[in-house]
């Protein structure tokens, strides 16, 4: 059974910063260069649509980015660890939301920030900025 789990959210000061960790059981993060497997994080503020912001290639560390983090937040994956990162910097108010991690995808990458794409998700973590 695969199970991911994310953690490290919290609350902080408009400007601070926050590292969320996703590990994942009975799921292996692929480590082979072409194998296209990827790992990305996702968010859903209040009665907004859930947002790809950040995802990985594990086999080949590529990562890809939405524009309202690029510069910002950093996604990174250690796959001995099955363990995924989000380190955000220079957080906003306007990131406050639930911040999920999903794997089981092998999209292209024009997709790999799509939903639909990916097959397990965690139960997300709450992150809140304030001013």
């Known amino acids: 059974q695969v199970r991911l789990m994310e953690s490290g959210g919290g609350s902080v000061q408009a400007g601070g910063s926050l590292r969320l960790s996703c590990r994942a059981s009975?799921?292996?993060?692929?480590?082979?260069?072409?194998?296209?497997?990827?790992v990305a994080w996702f968010r859903q503020a209040p009665g907004k649509e859930r947002e790809g912001i950040a995802a990985?290639?594990?086999?080949?560390?590529?990562?890809y980015y939405a524009d309202s983090v690029k510069g910002r937040f950093t996604i990174t994956s250690d796959n001995d660890k099955h363990t995924a990162y989000l380190e955000m910097t220079s957080l906003k108010e306007e990131d406050t939301a639930v911040y999920y991690c999903a794997a089981g995808a092998s999209p292209s990458q024009s997709t790999v920030l799509s939903s639909s794409k990916y097959e397990y998700w965690g139960p997300g973590t709450q992150v809140t900025v304030s001013s």
């Open positions: 990985i290639y594990t086999g080949n560390g590529a990562s």
């Open positions: 009975g799921y292996q993060f692929s480590t082979y260069p072409r194998s296209g497997n990827s």
